[in-house]
């Protein structure tokens, strides 16, 4: 059973940044891909980044391409999503969670608790 928790969230000025961490316990994280996910109040959970297990294959929303970063470090056990140059519509609670690879498979196996961002005009 892998846990995840995530960190680094808080009130930030529009333009501002954040670095969110998700650290890792119970298992190995380069045994899976991570994304990160978020949903604002009244919204549903939409996906924001994801990162192949070696961290060689990025993947971004178009909502925030060119602003955040995904990123790992496998010998840390801990994913790391970079945002840049934030708005208020950015504010959310940020998850991230693991899977293990499997062709054709979507669903994510493990979340984290979320964090909560929230970007002020």
Known sequence: ???????????????????????????????????????????????????TRSGDSTNYAGSVKGRFTISRDNA??????????LKPEDTAVYYCAVKVVRRGKLEYDYWGQGTQVTVSS
């Open 76 to 85: 840390k056990n801990t994913g790391y999503l970079l945002m840049n140059s």
């Open 1 to 51: 059973q892998v846990q995840l928790v995530e960190s680094g969230g808080g009130l930030v000025q529009a333009g501002g940044s954040l670095r969110l961490a998700c650290a890792a316990s119970g298992g190995t994280l380069s045994s899976y891909a991570m994304g990160w996910f978020r949903q604002a109040p009244g919204k549903e959970r939409e996906f924001v980044s994801d990162i």
